[in-house]
C-alpha cells in the first residue's frame, strides 16, 4: 500500500469538478453535488490521495477503481466495511458511484455495498489478516 501523505490534504471547495488531488471529500456532499446537478451517481471522477470522509456508504456501480487506498480502520476483519444489499436490484439510502478511480486515498467512516462481484472482488482485493 502506498503512503498516504496527510498532511497535504485540503477541504475540498468545488465538489464538481473531475479530479480531486489531495482534498477531503465529503461522500454524501458529493454525491448530493452531483444529484444536484442533473446525475444519478457521482460517475467519472478521479481522486489522488485524497481522504474520503463519511458517515456513508459507498454503492459500488461498474468501473470503480482503488490503487493503493487505505479503506479504514477494520482491526483485522475487512468484512467489517461491507454491506450485503437484500434487493437484487436497488439499494436506497447509499451514495452511488460509477467508473471512478481512487488512487493513494484514504477512506474514513465509509462502508461499501454494491452486486455480489463486488463484494467479492473487494475481498480478494484486501484480503482478512490473521
Known amino acids: 500500500m502506498a503512503e ?3 498532511k497535504l490534504w485540503q477541504p475540498a471547495t468545488d465538489l464538481t469538478k473531475t479530479t480531486f488531488e489531495n482534498e ?3 461522500v454524501v456532499d458529493l454525491f448530493l453535488s452531483a ?12 481522486f489522488i490521495n485524497c481522504r ?5 456508504v459507498l454503492l459500488a456501480l461498474e468501473g470503480l477503481r ?38 493513494g486515498c484514504a477512506f474514513f ?10 463484494l467479492d472482488s473487494f475481498l480478494t482485493s484486501f484480503p482478512l489478516k490473521s
Open 4 to 6: 498516504i501523505n496527510a
Open 24 to 26: 477531503i471529500v465529503p
Open 35 to 46: 444529484m444536484a446537478n442533473g446525475a444519478q451517481h457521482v460517475r467519472g471522477r478521479i
Open 52 to 56: 474520503l470522509n463519511g458517515p456513508a
Open 66 to 103: 482503488f490503487n493503493n487506498c487505505h479503506m479504514g480502520s477494520v482491526g483485522g476483519d475487512i468484512r467489517k466495511l461491507l454491506y450485503k444489499p437484500m434487493s437484487d436490484t436497488e439499494v436506497t439510502g447509499a451514495a452511488s458511484f460509477e467508473e471512478c478511480v481512487f488512487d
Open 109 to 118: 467512516a465509509v462502508g461499501f455495498t454494491g452486486p455480489q462481484s463486488f
